[in-house]
Structure formats: structure tokens, C-alpha cells
């Protein structure tokens, strides 16, 4: 179990289990969702992936962000400080999901937000992400003031024959 920042603050903070996140990242995987993984793969696999994330939080090298109605896990994003002398000013975002029923709510944009605060809290500099092309969420990180800094053509595999770009963000915490 790891603990998390949710959108209504708890003290302490309200613990992630192992299995709210594989639920979470197998739905939203199982959905067609740009979360790692193709859509037909197997669950222990993205159980392994949930239970490997939530100990990069437990040990402290990945931030977890959390929304929640009630019991319910809607979304999560992870943030992970990057090392070395030249990297430590920045941060991945990564694995931003939200439940299919949830998506196009706000759920999405509310975590991107607190991502982003949490980075400032943490005193960064600059945010990096990178997202699946062939769905709206490029179009989506633009509007939310990110900006493109690359492309990998047919870098992601996500189906039999079906390869989609990789686009690169950036987001400066200086001057936004």
C-alpha cells in the first residue's frame, strides 16, 4: 500500500492499495486507454506494473496523486523526479488514467493540475511527458499549455499492425 495526495485532503493522506491501482490500470487498459499497454494484455502483467509503481512510491521515487469519490478510485498520476546533477530540476509526469465513465469530466485536467503544483511545491523547474499520438490527448496537453518538443514516428506498438507515434511534452514551471 502506498499512500497518496488526493484532491480532498486527508491527514494523513488516504492509502492507494495494490489492487485499487491494477483495477484502475486494467480498466482503463482493457478500454483502449495510452497507459502502457495494448489492449489484450494479460492481467498479471499490469498487476505487476501496479504493484512495481506503488513501490517506486513507497521508496520515494515516484509522487502519487490520487482522485477519489467516495471509496472509489477515479484517476491517478505519477511524477517522477529525474536524477543526476543536470536532471534534478525536472520531473516525468507519468501514467495519467481515469476511469473510462469518468474521462472528459475535468478528472483528467484536475490531476494534470495538481501534478503541476505538486511540482512547484517541490521546487522544479520543468515537467516532461509523453503520450500516445492517434487520440486527443496531444490536442489535449496543448490546450492545457504544453508545448511539443518532439515526435517519434510509429514508435508505439499498441496492436497487430497498429504503430502510433510518440509526442513529447514540456511544460516550464518558471514561466507559466
Known amino acids: 500500500m502506498a499512500r ?8 494523513p493522506p488516504r492509502t492507494v492499495t495494490t489492487s485499487e491501482v491494477t483495477d484502475l490500470w486494467q480498466t482503463v487498459t482493457r478500454s483502449g486507454g495510452a ?4 489492449v489484450d494484455t494479460p492481467a498479471e502483467l ?26 472509489a ?10 536524477k543526476g546533477p543536470v536532471h ?3 520531473a516525468e509526469v507519468r501514467k495519467l488514467m481515469v476511469r473510462p465513465e469518468r474521462q472528459r469530466t475535468g478528472t483528467g485536467g484536475r490531476l494534470l493540475a495538481r501534478a503541476v503544483e505538486h511540482a512547484r511545491q517541490l521546487g522544479l523547474r520543468q515537467l516532461l511527458l509523453a503520450t500516445r499520438g492517434g487520440t486527443h490527448l496531444p490536442d ?3 490546450r492545457q499549455g504544453w508545448t511539443e518538443v ?7 506498438h499498441v496492436a497487430p499492425g497498429d504503430f502510433r507515434d510518440e509526442h513529447w511534452f514540456q511544460y516550464d514551471l518558471v514561466t507559466r
Open 140 to 142: 489535449c496537453y496543448r
Open 88 to 90: 534534478r530540476h525536472r
Open 35 to 38: 497507459v502502457g499497454f495494448p
Open 4 to 11: 497518496s495526495s488526493s484532491e480532498h485532503a486527508e491527514l
Open 46 to 71: 499490469i498487476a505487476e506494473a501496479a504493484a512495481h509503481a506503488l513501490h517506486e512510491v513507497e521508496s520515494g521515487h515516484e509522487h502519487l496523486l490520487t482522485e477519489r469519490e467516495g471509496n
Open 73 to 82: 478510485l477515479l484517476g491517478m498520476v505519477l511524477l517522477r523526479r529525474q
Open 150 to 156: 518532439g515526435r517519434f514516428p510509429a514508435a508505439l
